[in-house]
Each structure stands twice: as C-alpha cells, then as structure tokens.
C-alpha cells in the first residue's frame, strides 16, 4: 500500500493537526517515543516517526477505538462496513446513537461489546454533524445526524494506523491527563525515568483551546469543563517532567493574551489556521494559534489548591486505567 505525503486519521476530529504538520514538524524535537496525553483524532501519531508512542485520553470509546483498530483491525472494518452500509439515513444513525450510549467500558468488559462499540463509534464519527464529538453531563453522544447521503468510509487510513500501531508497539492509555502524567514511569515502558538522567521522550500536547472570544463554547474535553486551571495545571505537570525528568513538551493553542499568560515559559510561534468547529463553511476563517516549546530549566508553580481538596494526580497511579498493544 503505497503511503501519501500526509496521512488523514480514520476520524473527522475538530481541532485536528493534519492541516499544520508542516509546522509542528518544525518544532517536535528527536525522540525515541513521543507521549500523546491528549491524541484526540491521531494526525500527530499518523504523520510523525517515532520509534515508539504512548497514546492517551480520557475519552474509553476513543482509546477503544483505537485499540480494537490496532489488535483486530478486518473484524472492525467489516463490522464498520455493515453500519455504513445500511445506516445512511437519520433513523438508523438515531438507533444507532442510542445503542452507542447503552454501552461503557464496565459493560464492554462485561458482556464483550468491544468490537460494536469500536465499530459505532467509527459510524457515528463519521455521520454524525460535522466530525463532532460531544457528550452530555450523563456522559451520552448528543451529536445530531449529518446528513450525509455517503459518508467516506476511511478504509485505508484504518490499514494505515492500525499497521503504524503494531510497528511503532504504540501503548494505548485510557486517562485523564494529570494522571498520565504521574504515571509517566509506569505507562511508558523503555524509557528510564530517573532524576537526572535525560529522558528519550517528547510529550505534545493537544488541550482544548482556550477561548477566542466569551462566547467560544469549545472549551470542554469528553463532557467536563476544561478551565484555565486546568490549563495551568498541564503547565506545572510539564515543567516537572521537564526537571525531573529531562522530558521536552510541545503543545498547541489559541493564540490569545490568556494563552500567553498562562504558556509563558514555552517559546510561542504564530501560525494562521482554517479552524473547522464552525457549521457554515462561510464562518471557517483564518485564526491565529501558537505551537509552543518549553524552555529548558523553566520553573512555574500551578494555581493553588482549596482546602482539603486533592487533585488526580496525587492518586494517579492507583486510578490509571491502561489499554496496552
């Protein structure tokens, strides 16, 4: 199979980084692995040559996805195929919506629906308004049907990722970010995690964007509020990788005063971009983001606790939940 220049991932994602791989290729440091703690649609994975990836989110639907792409990868395209194929209208994408949203991690495990619910996600990404994802404060999919008369079904850009996985021996993580990074040592297995001692690891991070303007509502990850202190809180984790650790990190976001603010020790570069969130093709303009790199020996201390509270990441380890292939 021969490969394009650019690879597209098997899922419509907004906010995915196929459009700028030209620019982050400018900054993603040599590695032997690159850690992935937001992978979201994959563009970063699928164009990018690693040895090796660890790729996490907190979305269980995603990294099952990704995991029954990578270890049964024909059962779920002939599975993918059959919802395809017979669900073109908005009733089956209705009934197929509403079979998606009875199943959970426990219920796959317990009753073996990992194969449908890999396959549903694929047909719901795929016919579903506008590549969206998005879920209710239930943890429900409430993205309305597309209107796709024939959606493209992404058959050898599964073949594509599925064979990169297998080569590469990508880890796939199913975790909220500030658990992925406490548990570094324990998810990303070959590298040697001691003080002092560099690390062969890049971390690039993909965190919801920052808002534009008040009314930019795209600021929540898998149904949970995504806040500027969460934001911090990715920075402060950064920074301690990168002192501990000698780990070199990447991220993308919205280039606002905020973001500069609250990224002020990574080195920011200008990019223009056609964001594609928006439903009218008229309202897609170009906006400015930032490709940021930390800069080595930065210190930076994360916004304070409440009282009594604690966050994940003091736990992380005892609450990470693996996907491994």
Known sequence: MKKPALIRSPLKWAG???????????HLPKAGYLIEPFVGGGSVFMNTDYDHYVLCDSNPALINFYRFLTTDTTALIDCSWSL???GGTREAYERN?????TITLATARLRGEYLEWAALFLYLNRHGFNGMHRTNQKGEFNIPFGKHSLPYFPYMEMRLFADKARETMTRFVCADFRITMKALPDICHGISFHA?????????????????KDKDSFTH??????TR???RLLVAHLIQANKLYGVKSVISNSDTEETRKIYSPFELHTLNVHRSVSGKASSRKPVKEVIGVLKDGERYVSAPRRAGKTTAASNGRDRLRCFSS
């Open 97 to 101: 919506r509403q079979t998606f949203n």
């Open 16 to 26: 995915g980084k196929f459009d700028v791989m030209p620019q982050l290729h400018e």
């Open 221 to 226: 990850y898998n149904g949970k509020p995504f």
């Open 84 to 86: 395809f194929r017979d």
């Open 229 to 231: 202190e969460d934001h």
């Open 196 to 212: 002092d001692k560099l690390s062969d690891a890049v971390i690039y991070c993909d965190p919801p964007y920052l808002p534009l």
